[in-house]
């Protein structure tokens, strides 16, 4: 337990800081809310539109692809430290890493999963629009 007193003592602190420092604003803060104060705030544009409304199925296929990516990438530290005692063998393994991430990738970006405008159109050549 010992060990342990100072992470509860940095704990109770922090709780404490918190609980201060909400309690402070709650006192101290002004009370005068107005219909545009209590608005949202969207980077200094005016609301538009509900906060609940749904989102299109690529925007959380792009995050969850973003999170994948991450969490994989955040690998490549502990990698680099352990990067002598690995050797070659350690070498192999993080190149075929990143050619699985790159398949990958390669899957999603055909797939049209990172595609988030609309389609794009060709400009009509002038033989389409001789036949047209």
Not at 38 to 46: I, K, R, V
Not at 51 to 67: G, N, P
Not at 75 to 82: C, E, I, K
Not at 95 to 120: H, N, Q
Request: charged share 15%; aromatic share 16%; proline share 7%.
């Amino acid at each position: 337990m010992d060990g342990w007193f100072g992470v509860v003592i940095m704990i109770g602190l922090g709780l404490g800081f918190a609980g201060t420092m909400i309690g402070a604003s709650l006192l101290l803060g002004p009370k005068n809310p107005t219909p545009e104060k209590l608005a949202p705030y969207e980077c200094g544009m005016p609301a538009v539109g509900d906060a609940r409304e749904r989102h299109s199925v690529k925007f959380y296929l792009v995050a969850m692809i973003f999170l994948l990516f991450d969490i994989e990438i955040a690998f490549l530290y502990p990698w680099a430290l352990a990067l002598r005692s690995l050797g070659w063998p350690g070498f192999i393994q993080i190149v075929t890493f990143f050619l699985v991430l790159f398949v990958g990738y390669v899957y999603v970006w055909r797939k049209g999963v990172l595609d988030w405008g609309p389609a794009a159109r060709r400009p009509r050549s002038h033989t389409d629009q001789k036949a047209a």
